[in-house]
């Protein structure tokens, strides 16, 4: 049981960060004094979702991958892993940076300065598109290892 409860949170931490990330661009778009908290704290939010996402899925790959690893390779899907985990592993700790950067840009003067707008506009966009692309590769890899499964 304990096994698919972290198989699930490492999804749902990192769904949370991506909504977190849409809340803080929507309320970047809006910035005012009456919101920046809100700006804020949502950028806060969306870096402890990545990180959870991060320590939850590390102890996956850790302590329960390597049998699904084997699995994968062994099935009609050896690309889920030779490709998709391969790229995830690398680009995840782009979006990682990124998220941990996202509450750092956001106090800057983002209500008075159009460059930090900016900035933060672009990060937590980065931050959406970076963790949707992860939750598909998340998705393809878990289609590998039910593929491999019903090949056997």
């Not at 198989?7 to 960060?17: I, Q």
């Not at 700006?39 to 996956?60: C, D, E, T």
């Not at 850790?62 to 390779?73: R, S």
Request: aromatic share 12%.
């Amino acid at each position: 049981m304990f096994r698919e409860l972290i198989l699930m949170l490492h999804p749902t931490f990192g769904v949370l960060a991506v909504i977190a990330s849409v809340w803080v661009f929507v309320e970047t778009l809006n910035a005012r004094d009456a919101n920046i908290a809100r700006l804020r704290g949502a950028g806060v939010l969306a870096a402890i979702m990545m990180w959870l996402a991060y320590i939850v899925g590390g102890y996956w790959y850790v302590v329960y991958y390597g049998a699904d690893k084997a699995l994968i390779k062994a099935g009609p899907w050896p690309f889920a892993h030779g490709f998709v985990m391969e790229t995830k592993e690398h680009v995840f700790l782009m979006l990682l940076l990124l998220a941990t950067f996202l509450p750092i840009a956001a106090y800057g003067d983002v209500v008075k300065k159009q460059v930090a707008r900016n900035l933060v506009l672009w990060t937590s966009a980065l931050v959406v598109l970076m963790g949707l692309a992860m939750e598909g590769a998340g998705a393809v890899i878990n289609m590998g290892v039910k593929v491999a499964l019903l090949a056997n």
